[in-house]
């Protein structure tokens, strides 16, 4: 008797200038995974889920539609949610086919660069899972930074001709985009820092006092404490065992920052999802859930985790 074979994701990107360049091999994938009979969800837009629910024609039954809007939200969200739908469906099917179309909301670098890293940390976070997930690009609306960092972020590139390995492509340990090189911007004048050491309860208390100072309650003051609890803790058993914490609001957005002397040495922290619920090291997997949004800044002088939450 034969080995069973071992998951393995395969990653590819479709840039398309038009709906057949699109439609064609989006219909193709959908397709080879039904034949083989595999678990086949569809995140596209609207316009293109309508195109290709024609294209598949009675078959299109047997995919899971949802729109991209509805899907991509946070990138750590979506992360995490693709990884939950895998899972799922493993059980049942013998691969999971998802085909999407990242709604790149970007409202800014930060945004884009994190939209970017999320599709470099897809490789390593379903490297052992039997996925197979293609991206489709339209390469008309989208900016052209954008576009160049497809090749970089996807092994493999799909046309209407077949699949191509990306010559460019980099691993997901030493990816970085033009904004990780880019300071943060620095805090408001007068934002008071909240120092911490070992007991997390005297910053626990602080951060809950500033949080009423500036109105943040309900579900984002759980969310916030949530957060800042675990990027505390892994400061105080991984970094510097001491820190800062400041909070303040930027354009609806209230934003926290954890700063310690200690140097994080992670290089994709908290883009793997723990192998077991009980798995220690995960902090920052649970925090990229929490928030919309996940900046790191480590350097000599130490280590900066800026958290946005809306």
């Not at 590819?12 to 086949?40: H, M, N, T």
């Not at 899907?71 to 085909?99: D, K, M, S």
């Not at 709604?103 to 994190?114: C, D, H, I, T, V």
Request: glycine share 6%; proline share 8%; net charge negative.
């Amino acid at each position: 008797m034969s080995a069973p074979v071992a998951p393995r994701l395969t990653h590819e990107a479709l840039l398309y200038e038009s709906e057949s360049s699109f439609l064609s091999p989006a219909a193709r994938f959908c397709l080879d995974g039904l034949a083989q009979g595999e678990k086949v969800l569809a995140v596209l837009k609207r316009h293109n889920m309508d195109l290709l629910r024609g294209a598949l024609e009675s078959d299109a039954a047997a995919v899971e539609w949802v729109p991209a809007d509805e899907w991509y939200e946070a990138p750590g969200r979506t992360l995490a949610a693709y990884h939950r739908y895998v899972e799922q469906h493993t059980v049942t099917f013998p691969a999971v086919r998802l085909i999407g179309e990242p709604g790149w909301r970007a409202a800014g670098l930060a945004e884009e660069a994190e939209w970017t890293r999320y599709e470099s940390m897809i490789n390593l976070a379903f490297a052992r899972s039997s996925a197979r997930i293609l991206c489709a690009y339209d390469a008309r609306t989208q900016p052209e930074r954008v576009i160049a960092d497809v090749p970089r972020t996807h092994p493999l590139l799909r046309t209407e001709t077949g699949t191509v390995t990306s010559d460019d492509f980099v691993d997901p340990a030493d990816f970085t985009h033009a904004a990780d090189h880019l300071p943060l911007p620095p805090p408001p004048p007068g934002c008071t820092p909240i120092p911490f050491d070992r007991d997390l309860s005297v910053m626990r208390a602080r951060v809950t006092q500033e949080a009423n100072r500036l109105g943040v309650d309900g579900e984002l003051r759980e969310r916030l404490m949530l957060a800042v609890n675990e990027v505390v803790t892994n400061a105080v058993e991984h970094g510097g065992g001491h820190g800062e914490v400041r909070l303040w609001f930027d354009a609806g957005t209230l934003l926290c920052e954890v700063t310690d002397p200690g140097l994080m040495k992670a290089r994709c922290p908290g883009y793997v999802p723990p192998a077991r619920p009980t798995d220690r090291g995960h902090g920052l997997w649970v925090v990229r859930q929490l928030c919309e949004l996940l900046e790191i800044r480590a350097n000599d002088t130490g280590t900066c985790v800026r958290l946005h939450l809306r």
